[in-house]
């Protein structure tokens, strides 16, 4: 008699939850276990799926609920064939912790995402040579694809280990120890890293002490921030932090005080691979934020050169290319302090002296750099010193400083100093096969008598003396003028050297030392007078200067200064690719005078050592109807300006009709 279907069915329905709750409880087991059996075909798959030698050391287990967990007596890793190094990994008591998302976008990315290394002692060998391989790097490198990134790490405690980094593509040598005590008898966990070595080139010698490694590895909400110190010695510099870090890939807190000193910010950006000038030396303190990707920063007291400045500033590298924005202040600033950004320095601060004969830095700047980041700076300074030629400071200094696609920009310039106003704008662009520089400026109404320094000092000189006659500023006069200049080059000498442009000034209202007129027309006997007797001022119908630059060479259109004794005219040029000057100052004196010898002064040579004589051969009457000719055009042209008004009726105009012949 055949056999019923239902108890047929009921037996395969048996046998098959029989072999499920088998299958359960072999996974159970096996779970529980930690499938110390599969230790030597994951040994034996890692070498074939990465292409080089394993091996996992007894005791081991692997969880697999959640997240690939994996705990074994010890782990090494091959170097890749060519380094002649030990291992790339080499560690002992070793717990591992792989998510799968991070393993799944191994299929779209080359890097490897490790969230946990827990381990007892490890060391690790990561070098890369110049042609591209690294020990981190397996499988068969690819021309067309980059080098295999390092791996990232998200939470990392170690208690004995080491890291040893050859990076020849970026010039760094560093040797990394770490040493962690989480079990202290006083019940306070404490832990200490130290890097040794050469970063980009430079020295470095860092230390970070930590109220525990595996504190700062939590990934707890609300877990309590870890206090933590740190000190960092690199090509000068010398940095320190003291605050709290709430986990130790910094991804969510960091708090504290700081405070860097060393030879030029230059050297600081570098540490940090962010773009800062090349400076003098400087000193800084303040606080210091981290929020994930975006840090702040206050600088309560910063001295460079010797300006002192503060601020507060905010970097934001999630974006891309990373952001600065802040605000700039201070009481004191040395105009003198912002040579080394224009070459005098080295971007390690050490000096650099230009070619023999020269006085323009020829170093090339490091522009390529400003493509890195964008910023945006408020800049409100105090005091400005312009140094020892000027007795009047610029005060207040008011600009933006914006960079944006490699193009660097002070906007808004609004400067004010004896009186008078100076205002405009003055950019780089590096985004450009050469560079290219543009200025734009305009001033009106600053007072030369304030201004100049040698008046001041004429003025102090008399006094200290004792003498009771003060003697009449040089110059005095509201001056006016604008500026609108462009050139390209990579260096301070290259841009000078390819200026293109106009720069026009003019005096109104002014007057000028006798003494000075009398000496530019060579009349010996007034001038001796002038000083037998005392200076004394005389006043300026017009004074004027026009010049014009194209490829570097600098020429007068129209050069005059004009008084009721003489009238004093310039030509000539100023190279300034080659440094080299070549003026003619020609005085036609309305007075007789038998010692007077009309004839020019020549301004010669290069501008470290220009060399001023009388022009021997022509007469000056000769040389004035020549340069006369060429003023009365350029003159017209430019009375609006320097004059407002009727131009018919300005001193100016006037002077130049006595000019015609």
């Known amino acids: 008699m055949a056999e019923s279907p239902r108890p047929h069915a009921r037996r395969v329905w048996r046998v098959l939850l029989a072999l499920l709750l088998i299958l359960v409880g072999g996974l159970a087991l096996g779970e529980i276990a930690g499938w110390p059996f599969l230790r030597s075909p994951l040994e034996s798959r890692l070498t074939q799926r990465f292409g080089r030698p394993m091996r996992i050391a007894p005791p081991f287990r692997l969880h697999l609920l959640g997240a690939v967990r994996i705990h074994a007596g010890g782990l090494w890793i091959a170097a890749p064939e060519g380094f002649d190094v030990p291992h790339l990994v080499d560690a002992d008591a070793i717990d591992l912790r792989l998510r799968y998302e991070d393993l799944l976008a191994l299929r779209e990315s080359s890097q490897l995402h490790i969230d946990t290394i827990d381990v007892a002692r490890i060391d690790a060998q990561l070098h890369r040579r110049a042609d591209g391989p690294a020990t981190w790097q397996f499988g068969e490198p690819r021309p067309d694809k980059p080098a295999t990134p390092p791996p990232t790490i998200a939470h990392l405690a170690v208690r004995d280990g080491t890291i040893d980094v050859d990076d020849v593509p970026t010039s760094t040598r560093l040797n990394a120890t770490f040493a ?287 003498e009771t006659k003060t003697p009449p500023p040089y110059f005095t006069g509201s001056l006016h003028g604008r500026a609108k200049l462009t050139g390209s080059g990579r260096s301070t000498a290259a841009l000078v050297g390819s200026l293109n442009g106009e720069i026009t000034l003019g005096v109104r209202k002014g007057s000028i030392s006798h003494l000075v007129i009398e000496v530019l027309g060579l009349d010996v006997a007034q001038g001796l007078g002038m000083v037998l007797r005392g200076d004394e001022s005389l006043p300026v119908s017009c004074a004027v200067a026009d010049f014009v630059t194209h490829d570097g060479q600098l020429t007068p259109r129209v050069a005059l200064v004009d008084t009721p004794v003489t009238l004093v005219l310039l030509d000539g040029k100023i190279n300034l690719a080659d440094e080299a000057l070549d003026l003619r100052f020609t005085a036609k004196p309305r007075n007789v005078s038998p010692f007077t010898l009309r004839t020019p002064i020549r301004v010669r040579g290069h501008f470290v050592a220009p060399q001023v004589a009388p022009e021997g051969g022509p007469l000056a009457a000769r040389a004035l109807a020549g340069i006369a000719l060429g003023f009365v055009n350029p003159l017209a042209a430019i009375i609006p300006f320097i004059d407002p008004g009727d131009p018919v009726a300005s001193p100016c105009q006037q002077s130049l009709a006595k000019l015609r012949p």
């Open 180 to 466: 962690t005590d989480e079990g202290a008898a006083e019940g306070t966990p404490t832990s200490r890293a130290t890097v040794r070595g050469r970063l980009r080139g430079k020295p470095l010698d860092a230390t970070l002490s930590a109220a525990g490694f595996l504190r700062l590895a939590e990934n707890t909400a609300g877990a309590p921030p870890v206090p933590v110190k740190g000190r960092v010695a690199y090509g000068g510099v010398h940095a320190e932090f003291d605050g709290t870090v709430a986990d130790l890939s910094g991804a969510r807190d960091l708090r504290g005080t700081f405070a860097a000193s060393g030879p030029s910010l230059g050297v600081l950006g570098q540490l940090f691979d962010i773009v800062l000038p090349t400076t003098s030396a400087f000193s800084l303190r303040g606080t210091l934020e981290k929020d994930g990707e975006l840090w702040r920063a206050h600088i309560d007291n910063a001295r460079v050169g010797n300006s002192a400045v503060h601020g507060h500033f905010s970097y934001d590298a999630r974006k891309s290319p990373p952001r600065l924005e802040g605000e700039l202040g201070g009481e004191q600033f040395i105009l003198a302090d912002l040579a080394p950004a224009f070459g005098t320095r080295n971007p390690d601060g050490t000096p650099v002296r230009p070619p023999p004969g020269r006085a323009l830095p020829d170093r090339e700047l490091n522009l390529p750099e400003l493509k890195k980041m964008d910023a945006r700076v408020a800049v409100d300074l105090h005091h400005v010193d312009l140094g020892s030629a000027f007795s009047q400071p610029i005060s207040p200094l008011r600009a933006t400083l914006n960079l944006e696609g490699g193009r660097l920009a002070l906007t808004g310039i609004d400067a004010r100093t004896a009186k008078g106003h100076l205002h405009g704008e003055i950019a780089v662009d590096a985004d450009r096969r050469l560079p290219e520089w543009a200025a734009n400026l305009g001033w009106e109404d600053i007072r030369l008598e304030d201004w100049i320094g040698a008046s001041r000092t004429r003025a102090n000189e008399a006094k200290a003396k004792g």
